[in-house]
């Protein structure tokens, strides 16, 4: 291989290699605020583009304290899985531990109620009422309705 060649294939990759790091930033600053709109999709089902101005302020407001309550969650879960992993198991530990898990939901279900009664007011009944439907992700199978779903049947004896 030629030295003209080899620089060649450096330029090249150097230039591909630029274009998606590129693409990746702009992708995700196009994206909007992560944050947002996993609250939005785990609280309220919905993407926040689809949400009133003011649902979306109050989204906003409450961000820090529920990325705090997320952050906060997941460390306490971390410290049952290292505790898990330790060889012999410290049921005194692990007790201490489970309760600051539940201590950590409850705050963050707390937080994401006190949301929904900012959010839920002005949102017609329907709207609300579709909160509470369940929510289908990509690649969930479809459930056939209540009255085409076969009566299971009673054992033979």
């Given amino acids: 291989m030629t030295k ?6 450096a330029l090249v990759s150097s230039l591909v290699i630029n274009a998606l ?12 605020d992560p944050i947002m709109h996993s609250m939005s999709r785990h609280i309220l089902k ?8 003011q649902a979306r302020e109050v989204l906003k407001a409450e961000r ?3 990325r705090k309550a997320y952050r906060n969650l997941r460390e306490k879960r971390r410290g049952v899985a290292a505790l898990l992993s ?5 049921t005194v530990a692990l007790a201490a531990a489970l309760a600051e898990v539940r201590e950590a939901d409850v705050a963050l279900k707390r937080l994401s109620h006190e949301v929904l009664l900012q959010v839920l007011p002005p949102m017609p009944p329907e709207e609300r009422l579709a909160m509470l ?17 076969t ?3 009673p054992p033979v004896q």
């Fill in 4 to 9: 003209r060649k080899g620089l060649l294939i």
């Fill in 21 to 32: 790091l590129i693409g990746s930033w702009v992708g995700h600053r196009l994206h909007g």
């Fill in 46 to 53: 919905r993407p926040p583009e689809t949400l009133s101005e």
């Fill in 64 to 66: 820090g304290a529920m």
């Fill in 86 to 90: 330790e060889q012999p198991l410290d």
């Fill in 133 to 149: 439907r369940p929510h289908k992700r990509k690649g969930d199978r479809a459930c056939p309705p209540k009255e085409h779903r």
């Fill in 151 to 153: 009566p299971p049947q």
